[in-house]
């Protein structure tokens, strides 16, 4: 039989292969429309993660940008891409929603300006392995826990041999667990809890912090010797920067635990071969 071809993809890849061609883009800060505000789009929203990375409680005494932090602001937006002038007009706008992201209490009681570093990790890079996955397994194993159901295949083959990588915008640790954090800067007309599971849904984002869970199970269990889901993992959390409310508990924020069942059966799926360690 013809060999498997090896693949890296990505979250970005997986979506844009959905049978639904016409689906948007994954990326939630799309370019904005051209009479829209030039603080929208993927540079604007890659500069709230770069201030949002850097942040240090000091500068954002009281979640209000101090002189250091607005300069990281206005830096950002030049580094992705904004003339100096308009990046100095836009960096009090950056500001303000990066202020709220930090503030707004987390499901868990805290705000992430509240976390030390030594319980946070930025930008965490995996490399999913995937060997010789059977995509249909997958797919049904997503449909009987109710996620994915718009989708009708999953991958580019009916077996997947690779990697899939990605980034975590951020993983931070309380109470003995670890939580999935994602920055969201998509403009919605709502941020309530109804317009935030749309968002999901539209955009896959289930999908996308489904491979985060396993990648996150993958990466516990390496450095947890009594791992165990239930004990070690609290669950994701998207936060959409234009919906947070630091006066408001909950809104923006997107929460999700899977159910160990569909983690650990995603984990034997996308390699059978190394589930005999779990």
Known sequence: SKPV?????SFSGLHRDRENTSARPADDEMNPAPDATPYKGADFGNALHRVLEQAQAPDWPGGRAGPEALRHCRQALIDFGYAPGMAGQGAPVLAGLAGNTLLAPLP?????LDFPSSEKRHELEFHLKLELADAAEILSLLHRHGYCLKRERFGFSPVLNGLLTGKIDLLYRYAGKAYIVDYKSNTLTDYGQQ???QSIDDQEYDLQYLLYTVAVHRWLRQRITDYAYERHFGGIRYLYARGLDPAVAGRGIYS????EDLVAGLDRCFSPGDHGHD
């Not at 868990?108 to 992430?112: A, I, K, R, V």
């Not at 999700?256 to 159910?259: C, S, T």
């Open 5 to 9: 071809p090896w693949q890296i993809s």
């Open 108 to 112: 868990e009681g805290p705000c992430l």
């Open 195 to 197: 317009a935030l599971r």
């Open 256 to 259: 999700d635990r899977p159910a």
